[in-house]
């Protein structure tokens, strides 16, 4: 129930008037019956005294939505421990006191009677209660025994965007003491290629600007996205811009209600955005448009651009893509005349065979326009689940440990200094060094690891074990090969709220444990919003029936592994639930590429209570205690909390200083390529000492710079360390003066019996031993940890130690020294619009697999077959197949506003499934009326994949040759209700058919996201 509140309390209290709940219970009417009223019409009965009703205690929890990433902020009303109403937060500067649909149901979808309640075993085909004992001690003994017969890759670990930060982490840690690289979750198929799209061009693969600075912007371009039913209240500010002034241009298949909300609608053929949004490049460098010194100073490789484009004449766009010349002619002009502009686009733009490549082609159209940077501009991608952004930062993700680190031999010392474990050991715990740095699989071909032929995978053993924590496989394509993998392996395990697809489409008939995870609403912790703002969220009430918490399900699982006692070794644990502010400083202790290190609790606690004294536009604290702080600290906010980084709300604004949320691109690529300068020219955030570009920070660029007497005794040893290899744990709690004792103690045995190898290190170190610095390095490199003399290896490792970045500095001095001179420490390079690591260095038009378009055949043909992430990966041998022929129409998904992902919690509450109870295909009139379907009517989509039955929506909506599948639904398959195979109690609402039962194969080249906009089907009448 929704209760306007008019004042911003720090914590609300119970108004004076009451409620109508309270003004019952007070008058003692609360629970007289209506036939009692009246009965005594006409009569005078004396009065009695009301029967005394137990005091009740209220309190008041501010959380955060746990649909999609937005962020909105809600206060939850508990009474006695039960969860009785809500209310959008006023004062949040993100929502403004507003829901969405979604939203409003947060309390019922928590507190729905359709959740999970017990953990459950299947035991010959029928759902039997088990204690959690059992549940715990047989899977970690069937596990256990997988892991040993068949290796630690055996078992999948398949986590999620509802994961709160903490959790993310936590996931990410556990497979790694697990031993495996095979963890993944949805933002493999919903925006991988994003991430490594964007990161590749700017440096960070994330949303640049935010939803509020939307507000500021003179074009607003969205390209395969529908925020108003995907992200409702990103509308708001979406909208707010265009009344601001904003020229709204929509792309899409389908008219959406975002399109209907246009300056200009543009329909496109499904999987030709790249021709497309290189045609608008091609005609803003045709009349002169680009930024022509912003490209000079600050982009790398646009001749190369230039050349390539001139090929995507207006003509050629309208040939492909099916867009007149005209039209495309005049959004070019419009996106010129009016910046600064942003360009918004979600998973129509991602989920592709060439995702990777339409991701950087919309990341180079807003480079030529200069909009990268600039308040009003960016690169604005809306990220679909509450934490999607967060988990992807913190590891969850089978290419990388937390914070994009990768996989390699440093990667790995790097966390392990931070979880304080030796790196030896945490080796021993992979099939092989090997496996430890090679990528896992991605959870798009996680069936492939179950079916593929040992010989045939770039791993020991197919996997055995497969772990579904909060992902449902109806969001997941090729449905078939799904439940033939379910079917295959030797445990099957869910941990969710409900019990999703996977409990039902699967024929297996034992060995199949459910295990009921609380809601995000029963749980502390943190989440990442799309804008990459962290938000503390507070623990509303305990988990409902026998649902434990996610941090506790991690705990119980090491334990039953046999190594909590490792893994939580600095995090502690009450009640077997590991706390989540230490889980968030041990974020904060090791996440400095991405900075995820100055969000302490403290930090974002402050940030929730003083929501109301941030700007609504800028998101800048206007009043103490946040003054000048951006609101909950967008990433990076950089070095230690103690050193109040306002955090970045711009990525890339050169107008202000580092210090002040300023940013140049990221100096990633190196200095040079191909004999060609990768630094930016001419270009510096305000206060820069270095009135150039420069490369990334290490100790040896301070030392040449001759700032290296500006480090705190602390830092000192800390840098020393680890570029010596020897680091304890133990420095990180050092103060300075337990830190100069050590470097003076060390100092000293080195002058009194190392003198020998002065000459050793000399040419590395000119002034040395006078500086503390390197004599503590020069110390640690010749020296084994028992004291004893090392043999050689002097110079490798001073070098080492002047080697030691900004990434891999546990202290933060190297990031702090930077800053405080103005300087970035990841650098201030060029961004580059050639990927030259990438199979296309720049984006091309590839027709998908399945194509009805075989007249643009070889021209904009496929990739060869290829093999990359352990497994096959097939391109030309099924695009030369003419599928067109049988399945003539194109397909496409997406989203509705009433329901979430997989569907399985918005199904299951009443009040959405009333908005939407039938599972539908987008028809053209035209293709209804060829394949004699009414509207209303059940008819079959059927692709090569199988087909499924559902409702007709015959509208214009959709342009002729293309139809569209929502994705929510899940309960039949291909025609078969599934919905008895529910656990008594458990099924939704609302059932339906999920549509990636057939969607069909096609996986980014890249990131191997899922193909799930472009393919094709035939319409069928019943």
Known sequence: MLRRRTTTPTAPTPRTGGTRREFLRNSGLAGLALGAIGSSAGRVVQAQAAPATPPMSTTYHKTICQFCSVGCSLWAEVENGVWVGQEPAFESPINQGTHCAKGAAMREIAVGDRRLKYPMKKVAGEWTRISWDQAISELGE???????????????????????NEQSYLFRKLAAFWGTNNVDHQARICHSTTVAGVANIYGYGAMTNTFNDIRNSKSILIIGGNPAEAHPVSMLHVLAGRENGGKMIVVDPRFTRTAA???????????????????????????????????????????????????????????????????????????????????????????????????????ILQLVLGNIGKKGGGANIFRGHDNVQGATDLGVSCDTLPAYYGLSGGAWKHWCRVWDVDYEWMKGRFGSQDLMQAEGMPLSRYMDAILEPADNLDQPSPVKGMIFWGHAANSITRGPEQREAL?????????????????????????????????????HGSVTNSSRSLQWRDKVFDPLFEAKSDYEITYLLAKAFGFADEMFKHIG??????????????????????????????????????????????????????????????????????????????????????????LPFRARWGVEHDGENLLA?????????????????????????????????????????????????????????????????????????????????????????????????AYLVTQKPDGSNADGGGNDLAGQVRGVNWKTDLSGGIQRVMIAHGLAPYGNGKARSVVWTFPDAIPKHREPLL??????????????????????????????????????????????????????????????????????????????????????????????NGRIKVKALVTPRVGEGTVFLPFHFAGFWMGEDLTPKYPKGTEPYVFGEATNTIQTYGYDIVTQMQETKATLCRIEAV
């Open 851 to 944: 194509t009805a378009r075989r007249d643009l055949l070889p021209e904009y043909k496929t990739y060869e077959d290829q093999r990359k992430w352990r497994v096959p990966v097939l391109y030309e041998s099924i695009q030369n197949i003419d599928y067109a022929k049988d399945y003539p129409i194109q397909l496409t998904s997406g989203r509705l506003v009433e329901y979430e992902g997989g569907g399985d919690e918005t199904r299951s509450n009443k009040w959405l499934a009333e908005f939407q109870q039938q599972m539908f295909v987008e028809i053209n009139p035209a293709d209804a009326g060829r394949a004699g379907v009414a509207d209303g009517n059940d008819c079959w989509v059927a692709s090569p």
């Open 573 to 662: 644990v009450q009640n077997n639930e590991p706390i989540a502010e230490d889980m968030l400083r041990e974020i904060n202790a090791g996440t400095w590429t991405i900075g995820y290190t100055a969000q302490s609790p403290e930090r974002l606690k402050l940030h929730m209570q003083h929501q109301d004294k941030f700007d609504s536009v800028t998101l800048k604290g206007m009043a103490e205690p946040v003054l000048g702080e951006y609101y909950c600290l967008p990433w990076p906010a950089w070095g230690n909390p103690k050193d109040g980084h306002p955090g970045t709300p711009i990525l890339y604004d050169a107008s202000e200083p580092v210090a002040e949320g300023g």
């Open 142 to 164: 069937k596990l256990n025994g997988i892991r040993d017969e068949f290796g630690p890759d055996s078992v999948y670990w398949l986590g999620s965007a509802k994961f709160s």
């Open 681 to 777: 020219e001419d270009s510096w955030t305000p206060g820069s000492e270095i009135q150039d570009g420069y490369p990334e920070g290490t100790l040896g660029m301070i030392e040449a710079l001759g700032w290296a007497d500006e480090f705190t005794p602390r830092e000192r040893l800390i840098i020393a360390a680890i570029g010596a290899d020897r680091f304890t744990h133990d420095m990180l709690a050092m103060d300075d003066a337990a830190a100069q004792v050590a470097l003076d103690d060390l100092s000293g045995a080195f002058e009194g019996s190392m003198k020998a190898q002065m000459n050793d290190v000399s040419a590395d170190f000119p002034g040395y031993p006078k500086n503390a610095l390197t004599a503590i390095a």
């Open 261 to 363: 909300h246009a300056d200009e609608y543009v329909r496109i053929r499904p999987g030709a955005d790249i021709g497309f949004m290189l045609g608008l490049v091609r005609e803003i460098f045709a009349n002169g448009w680009e930024d022509k010194e912003y490209i000079k100073s600050r982009v790398w490789g646009m001749d190369q651009i230039r050349e390539e484009v001139e090929r995507w004449t207006l003509e050629e766009v309208e040939r492909v893509s099916g867009i007149p010349a005209e039209q495309t002619a005049r959004v070019a002009r419009t996106l010129a005349e009016n910046r600064p502009g942003t360009l918004i686009w979600c998973m129509g733009l991602t989920q592709s065979t060439v995702g990777s490549s339409k991701t950087r082609a919309a990341s």
């Open 487 to 523: 079917d295959k392996v030797d445990v099957l395990c869910v941990v969710d709220p409900h019990p999703t697809q996977v409990a039902i489409m699967s024929n297996k008939q034992d060995n199949v444990y459910l295990l009921p995870a609380s809601s995000t609403a029963e749980i």
